[in-house]
C-alpha cells in the first residue's frame, strides 16, 4: 500500500485573476502535516508540491497521481486557488496564466480530473479543493465501479471522497487575522489531531469534514463547505491523531467549551480549564498558545460583528429611514462580512429599534400638529364660507342666468355669420418671391474656388379666403390653381441627394431604398383647390378642439402662432371635422399629390427657393447643408407660421419647420397612384400615412419638394404638424 499527494498552490496570477497570497503558504502548511511520522505518515518523496505553475505542469502531475496506482494506494490530491465556471457551469481549476476568456486552453477542466480518477486503479482517492465554485467540481461525476480489496481495517473504507471550500455558488475566503486560507487553516488544525472527534488516534474523512464545517463558519456564516463520499470514502483515514497527547486533550476540552458558549468562557468553565491544564501538565504558555489558536475565528468574528455594529449607527445617524439603495448596499454587506442571521437581528434591534422609537414619536408629534392645524383652518374656513354662502348663491344664479344667454346669443351671431359666409369672398394679399442661386467665384490667382449664395426677390400676389373657426380665430386658405406637373424626383435631383446624404454618415443602400420612394416620376393633372396659407396654429387648434397637444412639450412649441404638435393623424381628422361643422365647409387634409403641387408651385428643382435653402429661407438643422449652400443656424424649435418668405403661389413654410400628414396611406413607390390629385387609400399599409416637407429637427435634404416619409397613424410628435384643403 503507498500514500501519494500531490498538493498545488496558485498565488501570483499573470492573466486578468486576482492573486491569492495565502495558497502557497497553504500547499507548504498541508505538506508539512502531510510528511510528518506522528500525523500524516506519508514519504516526503511522494508528496509533490507544485507552486505556481501553468496548466500544462498540473495536468501532468495529476496523470501521474492517478496513474500506475494500486487498488489499496491512498491517493490525495489538493488544489489552493482560483476555481472558476464557465457560461455552462463546468468547472475549471486555474493555472498561473489562466485567462476567463479562454478557459479550456489555459485552465485544467474538472472533466480531466474526473476522467483519471475513474481510470486509476486505486479504490482510496481524496480530493480537497480550497478555491471558488469548487462545489461545481463533482457535477457530472459518475461513481466508479468499486470492487472489493482486501484492506486493514486501520486503513479506513474503501472508495472516494472530495472536499471543498464552498457550494457550486459560492466564494472562497481569504480571512483578515489567519496567515493561510479559511479553509485551509482548520483544515490544518484537524489534520493535526483536532478533527478526532471520537479519540479513536485516527482523522477519517467525515471527522475532518464535521470539524472544518464547524470552524469556518464561526469565522464565516457565508462560506458552506461540501462533502461528497462515494461509498465508503467517508472512512478513509487520513491522519493519526496522539490519543493521549495532553496539548491535543486541552485543545479539546477549549474547543468544546468554546463552542458552547460562542467563544467566552464563564468563571467556572475558566476554572475548570486551569485545572485540566494543571491535570494533564500543560504549561501555561503553552495553554495561552492553544487557547489563543482556537479562539482566533470567535475573535475574528467579534471583530467583524463589531465593524457592522458601528457601520450600521453611523449609517442610522446620517440617514433614517434607510432608503432602498443603502438597505440594499446593507444587505450586500451583511452577506460580504459572513455574519449569523441571529446576530445581525440582534445588532438591528439594539442600533436601529431607539432610532424607529423616536422616529415614530416624531412622526406621531407632527402629524398631531399638521392635524390641529388643518382642523383650525377648517374651523375659520367655515366660518368664512357660511358668512358668503348667501351672497355668493345669489350672485352665482345670476351669474348662469347671464352666461347662458351670452352663449346662446354669440350661437346665434356665429350661425347667421356662417350662413353670410357660405359663398367665400375672395380677397388677394401681397408678398415677396425669393429664389436662390448658387455662385461660383475663382480662388485668388485661378487656385481654388468658392460658393456664395445670391437671393432673387420679387413681388408677388395670391387671392385667398378666410373662414371663422369661432373663439376669435379664423383660417386662411389660399387658392390653388388648375394644371398639371410631373410629380416625383427628376433624375438629376436623385445623385445629388444621394451625394448629400451619404456624406453626412447615412449608408448609400439605405439612402438608395429612401429615394425609390419618389418614384417613378410621373404627370398628373388637378382641378383648382384652396391650401391653408399656413400650417394649423396652436390657437387655431385651441379655438377648434379646446385642448392643447403642444404643452406636452417645452415651452418653446407653445406659442399662439406656432404650428400645433404632437397631434396624430387620427387627431387631424378630428380637427377637420369639427372645423368643418362650425364652417359649414369640407375640411379635410390635402393628398400627398395636391401637397406636392402646391408646394412646387410651378417649379421642378429641389425646393420652391431654387435649387438649394438656407437657414434664413427655411426651419431646419442648418448644421447639414444641402448641396454647396453653407452651414447655418439650428434652432432645434418650431417658429411662427408666418415667419420667412412663402413660394409662388403664397404658402408659407412647405419645407422645414413641421412634418405634414396627408390623406394618403402608405406605398413604397408610386407605381398605381391615381393620376388626377386623389387621395391613395387602396392597398398600403393603412395603419400608416404620409407626411411631406421636412421639420426643424431635420437635415436640408430631407426638405425637398419630392421627399417623402411616414408615420404611425396613432404617432404625435414634436415635428409633426398639418395644413387642410378645401
Known amino acids: 500500500m503507498g500514500r501519494y499527494a500531490l498538493l498545488v498552490g496558485i498565488s501570483n496570477y499573470t492573466a486578468d485573476l486576482n492573486p491569492l497570497p495565502s495558497a502557497v503558504k497553504d500547499v507548504e502548511a498541508l505538506r508539512q502535516v502531510l510528511v510528518s511520522p506522528e500525523m500524516g505518515g506519508f514519504s516526503e518523496s511522494d508528496v509533490t508540491v507544485l507552486k505556481d505553475v501553468e496548466k500544462g505542469a498540473i495536468e501532468t502531475a495529476i496523470y501521474h497521481l492517478f496513474a500506475n496506482r494500486k487498488t489499496d494506494d491512498l491517493l490525495i490530491f489538493y488544489f489552493s486557488g482560483h476555481g472558476v465556471t464557465d457560461s455552462r457551469s463546468d468547472f475549471y481549476l486555474t493555472g498561473l496564466t489562466t485567462r476567463k476568456d479562454a478557459l479550456p486552453p489555459t485552465a485544467v477542466s474538472s472533466n480531466y480530473v474526473h476522467d483519471l480518477m475513474n481510470k486509476s486503479r486505486s479504490k482510496r482517492q481524496v480530493i480537497i479543493l480550497d478555491c471558488c465554485h469548487s462545489g461545481a467540481f463533482p457535477k457530472g461525476m459518475a461513481a466508479k465501479g468499486l470492487d472489493a480489496v482486501n484492506v486493514l481495517p486501520k486503513l479506513g473504507g474503501e472508495g472516494r471522497a472530495i472536499l471543498t471550500a464552498s457550494d457550486s455558488s459560492q466564494y472562497a475566503f481569504e480571512q483578515e487575522g489567519f496567515e493561510l486560507s479559511l479553509y485551509t487553516h482548520f483544515l490544518v488544525e484537524g489534520l493535526r489531531g483536532a478533527a478526532d472527534r ?16 464547524d470552524q469556518v463558519r464561526v469565522a464565516n456564516d457565508s462560506m458552506s463547505p461540501e462533502f461528497y463520499p462515494v461509498k465508503e470514502g467517508h472512512r478513509i483515514v487520513l491522519a493519526k491523531a496522539a490519543q493521549d497527547d495532553p496539548k491535543l486533550k486541552y485543545r479539546k476540552e477549549i474547543e468544546t467549551r468554546a463552542k458552547q458558549n460562542n467563544g467566552k468562557f464563564s468563571l467556572f468553565a475558566r476554572n475548570i480549564l486551569v485545572r485540566k491544564r494543571d491535570e494533564w501538565g500543560v504549561s501555561a504558555s503553552d495553554a495561552d498558545a492553544i487557547e489563543m489558536e482556537v479562539l482566533l475565528p470567535y475573535r475574528e468574528y467579534e471583530k467583524k460583528l463589531h465593524e457592522f455594529e458601528q457601520a450600521l449607527t453611523a449609517a442610522v445617524a446620517i440617514e433614517f429611514p434607510l432608503s432602498a439603495a443603502t438597505a440594499k448596499d446593507l444587505k450586500d454587506y451583511e452577506q460580504y462580512l459572513g455574519l449569523r442571521e441571529e446576530d445581525i437581528k440582534r445588532v438591528k434591534s439594539e442600533v436601529i429599534a431607539p432610532k424607529l422609537s423616536e422616529y415614530n414619536r416624531q412622526f406621531v408629534s407632527q402629524q398631531q400638529r399638521i392635524a390641529e392645524a388643518e382642523q383650525l383652518k377648517q374651523r375659520q374656513a367655515e366660518v368664512e364660507r357660511l358668512k358668503r354662502q348667501q351672497v355668493e348663491a345669489d350672485l352665482l344664479r345670476q351669474q348662469k342666468a347671464a352666461e347662458a344667454e351670452r352663449l346662446r346669443r354669440q350661437e346665434e351671431a356665429e350661425h347667421i355669420k356662417q350662413k353670410q359666409q357660405s359663398k367665400p369672398v375672395q380677397n388677394e394679399f401681397e408678398f415677396e418671391v425669393v429664389k436662390v442661386r448658387l455662385v461660383k467665384e475663382s480662388g485668388f490667382l485661378g487656385i481654388g474656388s468658392s460658393t456664395r449664395i445670391e437671393l432673387d426677390r420679387k413681388k408677388g400676389k395670391a387671392q385667398y379666403i378666410c373662414e371663422n373657426l369661432g373663439n376669435g380665430a379664423s383660417l386662411d386658405l389660399v387658392r390653388i390653381p388648375a394644371g398639371k406637373f410631373m410629380m416625383g424626383m427628376p433624375a438629376d435631383e436623385r445623385q445629388i441627394a444621394l ?191 404620409l407626411v411631406r416637407g421636412g421639420s426643424w429637427l431635420i437635415i436640408a435634404n430631407d426638405c425637398r419638394s419630392a421627399i417623402r416619409s411616414w408615420d404611425d397613424s396613432v404617432d404625435s410628435l414634436s415635428n409633426l404638424g398639418f395644413r387642410v384643403v378645401i
Not at 203 to 211: A, G, K, T
Open 198 to 213: 471520537d479519540g479513536d488516534g485516527e482523522v477519517s474523512i467525515d471527522e475532518l469534514y464535521e470539524y472544518v464545517r
Open 499 to 689: 451625394d448629400n446624404a451619404v456624406k453626412y454618415g447615412n449608408k448609400r443602400e439605405d439612402v438608395e431604398k429612401w429615394l425609390d420612394w419618389s418614384t417613378p416620376q410621373h404627370q398628373v393633372t388637378l382641378k383648382e383647390f384652396w391650401m391653408g396659407k399656413f400650417t394649423i396654429t396652436n390657437a387655431q387648434w385651441y379655438a377648434v378642439m379646446g385642448t392643447n397637444p403642444s404643452e406636452k412639450y417645452d415651452v418653446k412649441f407653445q406659442g399662439k402662432n406656432q404650428p400645433v404638435v404632437g397631434v396624430s393623424w387620427d387627431d387631424t381628422k378630428e380637427f377637420c371635422k369639427k372645423a368643418s361643422e362650425k364652417t359649414g365647409k369640407s375640411i379635410r387634409l390635402p393628398s400627398e399629390t395636391e401637397w406636392e403641387y402646391a408646394c412646387r408651385a410651378g417649379t421642378n428643382t429641389a425646393f420652391h427657393f431654387g435649387e438649394t435653402i438656407t437657414s434664413e429661407l427655411v426651419n431646419y438643422d442648418g448644421n447639414y447643408p444641402y448641396g454647396d449652400a453653407p452651414k447655418g443656424e439650428y434652432r432645434q424649435k418650431t417658429v411662427n407660421v408666418d415667419s420667412f418668405s412663402p413660394n409662388a403661389w403664397g404658402l408659407y413654410q412647405m419645407h422645414g419647420n413641421v412634418w405634414e400628414w396627408c390623406e394618403d396611406v402608405w406605398h413604397d413607390n408610386y407605381k398605381g397612384i391615381p393620376q388626377d390629385g386623389s387621395p391613395w387609400l387602396k392597398d398600403g399599409q393603412q395603419n400608416i400615412h
